[in-house]
């Protein structure tokens, strides 16, 4: 049955019909609904989702010389207002609503039309695929005996419009092949003595010969009058099978291939045998992993009587990409796990097809196969993104005022999967610059690296004892180079190596913390962060931990010192509207970090009731709840209400003695909204007893 995939072209408007070329780049372009997907280049032409154009194509199965059109109708109903929102869901529903009466009018065309029940579906919702393919499946068993009873009647002629022959008075065979067949082939032959035959006849009885699979050749031979026909079938069978040997490369135990050939020979092929056994083979094969897998030759030898059996299990004779203007070839070769002289393999490809994706360096990956003798060429075809991004933004808030933004980002440096970025922020209290080289992967190993260099000025409210004092100025310039790995359970691991001048200054000649530091230090560090979201998560955990070292003698800093650092959290949903965020930071380091390394705390996100970085120390624990409640059902942004309970302290001497009297507890309330713009927030906190 020939495959036909229909698209439109997004430039002409006009309906294609794909019958050649790339079968997953077809289908791609059959399916790539606007805005959700990238149209696919095929020909010169941007083909995207044939459903804007023809939603029910019978008539092209028509015009393609179908017998009988079935036509499975999967457009789902219209969407209820509060289902559009989405540009997608817009564009899906205009299509929709413009494809109505086509649609209905390529029903009736149909011979066959089955309508699976997806009132409870909509377009796009690629959560429930196995539910609607056991859906489909079930709609199709519905009509299988109507179906069949169809093609039946379709099949069938009738007798009168046959040729007539005559009637039989012998029937034999020759070429002595009869022993082969059974017993009961004499009473299924339509030709029989005495019986009245026509063309129709014959010919069911030659297909029912050559089908026992005995035979490489029948025909059949009339002769005499038509009152007394003669009817000889000739039978030209298989010769005997002595041996069989498959040709292959081990990747099955030879006890499956010996048990095959053993079924085989001895006797007089059966053809019908052969392929039962080569495709138990092949489908083992297949089921190994090896998708490739084919018989690729099979050749008798006469003189011995020897069948020989070429097995292909489908080696790779070249990897070639194709598409990548800017990516250089070994930063795609390396996500594919298959290599030249390796076994294809379906679960191998579409992995490496994933990892290809996780680059976010293409829009569209894609994999052809060309046979190539006995091997097969691997095309991996690629549609590269555009690499250049540029953003501006800005941030306001009470207490540190305005600051704004602009980062520049090259994704794919030199096309070695490199990321740079620059970026540059001013605001009323702070300054920074940044160059930073980032890769997920250095060179051909999994370990992910970054190197940053910076420059920033940060001014800083001082509080003693909730009173403020004159500001200060940290100022920080400096490299550090990062490496790291995923590690299951333990989520990423890095180490980091830092070098950095550090300047604390303030214009009060009493302010205790002024110092001018060269900091060197290795740290190690874990991440796992499983939040489903950002910035306001529904579920999820973000746990973090480190260690930090700084060490005068091998590294040259100015001070040793050892610190850590444990921060906890959980988002968890109570309820359809509710979620509520438990959390732990604890920090803890020795008498001689210097305190531009100290923990801080306060702040709208923070410790609310306190201002930024208003509490320090070289130790300091923290906990607290959050509970939030959606409140925006119905509303093109989502808004919530926040309450928080927080209790904390810090302590700038590992010895000194802890009090009660040490914590401070808050409580606030706040209104966010997650807006096109960014997030909004107002919070009020109190501080229990102080502010």
């Known amino acids: 049955v020939p495959f036909r995939a229909v698209a439109t072209d997004l430039v002409s408007g006009e309906k294609v019909v794909l019958g050649k070329g790339d079968l997953a780049e077809a289908i791609n372009a059959s399916m790539a609904f606007p805005l959700l997907f990238a149209p696919v280049e095929i020909d010169g032409k941007w083909l995207v989702d044939g459903?804007?154009?023809?939603?029910?194509?019978?008539?092209?199965?028509?015009?393609?010389?179908?017998?009988?059109?079935?036509?499975?109708?999967a457009?789902?109903?219209?969407?209820r207002r509060e289902e559009i929102g989405a540009p997608w869901e817009i564009a899906d529903q205009v299509t929709s609503i413009m494809m109505k009466n086509p649609t209905e009018e390529s029903r009736l065309q149909a011979d066959v039309l089955i309508q699976p029940a997806l009132e409870a579906y909509k377009g796009g919702d690629f959560r429930m695929a196995d539910e609607l393919i056991a859906i489909g499946y079930r709609s199709g068993r519905e009509i299988a005996d109507s179906l069949k009873n169809l093609m039946a009647v379709r099949r069938d002629f009738p007798r009168d419009?046959?040729?007539?022959?005559?009637?039989?008075?012998?029937?034999?065979?020759?070429?002595?092949?009869?022993?082969?067949?059974?017993?009961?082939?004499?009473?299924?032959?339509?030709?029989?003595?005495?019986?009245?035959?026509?063309?129709?006849?014959?010919?069911?009885?030659?297909?029912?010969?050559?089908?026992?699979?005995?035979?490489?050749?029948?025909?059949?031979r009339v002769e005499g009058p038509p009152e007394a026909r003669r009817i000889t079938y000739h039978l030209d069978a298989f010769p005997r099978v002595n041996q069989v040997n498959f040709r292959h490369h081990g990747l099955l135990p030879d006890s499956l291939y010996r048990a095959a050939a053993a079924e085989i020979a001895g006797r007089p092929l059966n053809i019908n045998d052969l392929f039962a056994r080569i495709d138990t083979l092949r489908n083992t094969l297949i089921g190994a992993g090896y998708s490739l897998a084919a018989i690729s030759e099979i050749r008798y030898q006469a003189e011995n009587g020897e069948l020989d059996v070429l097995v292909d299990e489908g080696f790779i004779n070249e990897v070639r990409i194709v598409g990548n203007d800017a990516t250089r070839n070994f930063v795609i070769l390396r996500e594919f796990p298959l290599k030249r002289g390796d076994v294809f393999r379906a679960s191998a490809a579409s992995e490496g097809i994933q990892n290809i994706y996780s680059t976010s360096l293409f829009d569209r990956v894609l994999i052809n196969l060309k046979k190539n003798r006995r091997e097969y060429d691997v095309i991996i075809k690629v549609k590269e993104r555009k690499y250049l991004l540029a953003r501006l933004g800005a941030n306001y808030s009470l207490?540190?005022?305005?600051?704004?933004?602009?980062?520049?980002?090259?994704?794919?440096?030199?096309?070695?999967?490199?990321?740079?970025?620059?970026?540059?922020?001013?605001?009323?209290?702070?300054?920074?610059?940044?160059?930073?080289?980032?890769?997920?992967?250095?060179?051909?190993?999994?370990?992910?690296?970054?190197?940053?260099?910076?420059?920033?000025?940060?001014?800083?409210?001082?509080?003693?004892?909730?009173?403020?004092?004159?500001?200060?100025?940290?100022?920080?310039?400096?490299?550090?180079?990062?490496?790291?790995?995923?590690?299951?359970?333990?989520?990423?691991?890095?180490?980091?190596?830092?070098?950095?001048?550090?300047?604390?200054s303030s214009t009060d000649p009493q302010f205790a913390y002024q110092s001018d530091l060269q900091i060197r230090s290795v740290a190690v560090r874990s991440v796992v962060d499983k939040r489903d979201k950002l910035p306001f998560p529904d579920r999820g955990i973000y746990n973090r931990w480190y260690w930090e070292a700084g060490n005068s003698q091998l590294l040259g800093s100015s001070v040793p010192f050892t610190k850590i650092f444990l921060g906890l959290e959980g988002y968890y949903p109570l309820l359809q509207v509710m979620n509520y965020h438990p959390y732990l930071y604890v920090g803890s380091a020795d008498l001689t970090l210097p305190f531009a390394e100290y923990f801080f705390f306060g702040g709208q996100n923070h410790f609310a009731g306190l201002h930024n970085r208003e509490k320090f120390g070289r130790q300091f624990i923290q906990t607290g709840l959050d509970w939030r409640w959606e409140i925006s059902p119905g509303l093109p942004v989502d808004a919530y209400l926040i309450g928080s309970y927080a209790i904390g302290a810090s302590w700038e001497r590992p010895d000194d003695r802890i009090e009660g009297e040490d914590f401070l507890q808050s409580v606030s309330a706040s209104l966010a909204i997650n807006s096109l713009l960014g997030p909004i927030q107002f919070t009020y906190g109190n501080v229990s007893g102080q502010r």
């Not at 457009?75 to 969407?79: A, G, P």
């Not at 970054?450 to 909730?466: G, I, P, W």
């Open 51 to 73: 459903g804007i154009t023809d939603n029910l194509p019978v008539d092209v199965a028509i015009q393609q010389g179908a017998d009988m059109v079935i036509a499975v109708d």
């Open 75 to 79: 457009t789902s109903d219209l969407r």
């Open 161 to 220: 419009q046959d040729v007539y022959i005559g009637r039989a008075s012998v029937v034999q065979l020759a070429g002595g092949g009869a022993a082969l067949l059974p017993e009961s082939f004499s009473a299924m032959c339509r030709a029989r003595y005495g019986q009245t035959l026509y063309r129709g006849d014959i010919y069911r009885d030659l297909t029912a010969l050559y089908e026992s699979g005995f035979f490489e050749n029948v025909y059949a």
């Open 399 to 504: 207490e540190r005022r305005t600051t704004g933004f602009v980062e520049l980002l090259e994704d794919n440096l030199l096309g070695t999967d490199i990321k740079l970025k620059l970026f540059g922020s001013a605001g009323d209290f702070e300054r920074r610059a940044e160059v930073q080289f980032y890769t997920v992967r250095l060179f051909n190993t999994y370990l992910t690296s970054s190197l940053t260099f910076f420059y920033q000025e940060q001014q800083d409210r001082f509080y003693r004892d909730f009173i403020r004092e004159k500001d200060y100025t940290t100022t920080r310039r400096g490299w550090k180079f990062v490496v790291g790995q995923q590690i299951e359970r333990l989520g990423l691991i890095s180490a980091e190596l830092r070098l950095e001048s550090i300047d604390v």
